[in-house]
């Protein structure tokens, strides 16, 4: 559509206007220059209950609430401060994946869906920087109810079979038993949330003594945060309703992408496990100062090549504009959803060469990076609302890629020459469509 309409185009949508973005010149104009007229972000029927109507971060408007919640969440999550920090668990849990593949004799041979223990290590990075615990398997009763969950409401809020009532609003009735399973799956995560995590993390605080010295996890400056009143109960737990969402499955979605890629691009493989075998000798699996300053420089470009392709947010988190606003020319109507279209300023011919095919040599001897100072590559978005999991999702996708390659030859199944990169697509979202079998090859 933006091919045939342009760089800004409007759909009517019932009563929702929909403002397409699509060129970098006018993405700038969305998120930067125009940052706090556009910054606030779109209200849905599903969305409201999953949010407790906007009591988060990611998804409420501009705003007092939304520069609090901002503030309070990046102390604990979003700074270099905290990568220095909690790198040495992201290694430890990558070493737990290439130890649990090693033991898996069907690994080496037939293959295994290796998503599944990725999906697992992915939890374990972010719950131990959230309240310091962590999952033994992916049998844990706990974290299968968790995962469940999640899934549940991921389905649900992707999902397009509710658009009809969101657009049209005398159509909601009809919805009621769809808004009806929403509820419910909310209130059976918040209240897991809070009795398994939130409450144990209460009581193991409350029996440290004054004196001793305990290093403080996620939720622990949350609760502080809490205790000086700046928020409330219902913002811890969607603090965390949004770090299950926003900064897991994403990352994993990312990093599933990444494995497709080096299975099926055996040279691109090859030669990412020989740049690091060079830079960093051979047995010295990467750490996160690696990924610094381009010192890896494929690996580094290879990550962004994936983020660019297989963008796992590609038209970002929908803008909106509080009130009547102008866009290039153009009358925006307040309340307008504003979808950046990223993938395709990502993927436009004009701005990139040959851009279907996944080419990590686009980036060597760019400058270009994923921190949205380049509006033609805008994965974490840019501005006031970019994606702050940008500090953790970049370091980790190296960590996690590397040290498989390091660690073993990937490969497609027997009998199968390329794995399915077959994409699905979601209301935010660009997944990969089959978790295919991996052959984790060990290399000795």
């Known amino acids: 559509m933006a091919e045939k309409y342009g760089d800004v185009f409007m759909l009517r949508m019932g009563q929702r206007n929909l403002v397409v973005v699509s060129s ?110 962590r999952f033994e398997s992916e049998d844990d009763p706990l974290y299968v109810k968790l995962k469940a969950l999640n899934g549940e409401r ?21 919805l009621k038993g769809y808004l009806k399973v929403c509820q419910e799956v909310k209130d059976r995560r918040l209240a897991l949330f809070k009795d398994y995590f939130i409450e144990e993390r209460k009581k193991m605080l409350s029996v440290v003594s004054p004196t001793e010295q305990v290093e403080k996890c996620g ?61 960093l000798g051979k047995g010295n699996l990467i750490t996160e100062p690696d990924t610094c300053n381009n010192k890896l420089p494929y690996l580094t470009a290879f990550v962004k090549e994936i983020m660019r392709l297989h963008m796992a947010i590609p038209l970002l988190v929908p803008h909106m504009n509080l009130h009547d606003a102008k866009l290039v020319g153009y009358d925006i109507p307040a309340e307008s959803k504003i979808l950046v279209n990223a993938w395709w300023i990502a993927n436009n011919p004009k701005y990139w060469d040959q851009p279907e095919k996944f080419m990590p040599e686009r980036f060597l001897n760019s400058t270009m990076d994923a921190s949205g100072n380049d509006f033609r590559f805008l994965p974490f978005g840019a501005g006031r609302r970019a994606c702050p999991g940008i500090i953790i999702a970049i370091p980790l996708l190296s960590i996690v890629l590397g040290r498989l390659v390091q660690s073993f030859e990937l490969l497609p199944p027997p009998g199968v020459k390329k794995v399915d990169v077959t994409e699905k697509g979601g209301q935010f979202s660009l997944q990969i469509a089959t978790h295919s079998t991996i052959v984790t090859r060990p290399i000795t």
């Open 154 to 174: 991921s389905r649900l809020s992707q999902s397009f079979d509710y658009n009809f009532g969101d657009f049209i609003p005398v159509l909601r009735p009809f």
């Open 24 to 133: 970098p010149e006018v993405a700038k104009d969305v998120l930067h220059t125009q940052g706090v007229e556009f910054g606030s972000r779109t209200r849905n029927v599903v969305f409201d209950i999953f949010t407790g109507n906007g009591q988060d971060m990611v998804f409420t408007v501009y705003g007092e609430h939304w520069r609090r919640m901002r503030r309070i969440m990046t102390v604990p999550f979003f700074t270099n401060k905290v990568v220095q920090t909690a790198r040495f668990a992201w290694e430890n849990e990558a070493d737990h994946v290439i130890k649990d593949l090693k033991a898996n004799p069907e690994a080496s041979t037939s293959g295994v869906v290796i998503r599944r223990r990725l999906q697992l290590m992915m939890y374990n990075i972010m719950y131990r920087l959230m309240f310091d615990s």
């Open 219 to 279: 939720m622990d400056h949350i609760l502080d945060a809490q205790s000086k009143g700046e928020i409330n109960e219902d913002n811890v737990l969607y603090i965390v309703e949004n770090i299950n969402v926003a900064a897991i499955e994403t990352t994993l979605w990312s990093i599933e992408w990444g494995v497709a890629e080096l299975v099926n691009n055996p040279e691109m493989q090859k030669r990412v496990r020989a740049e690091l075998d060079d830079t």
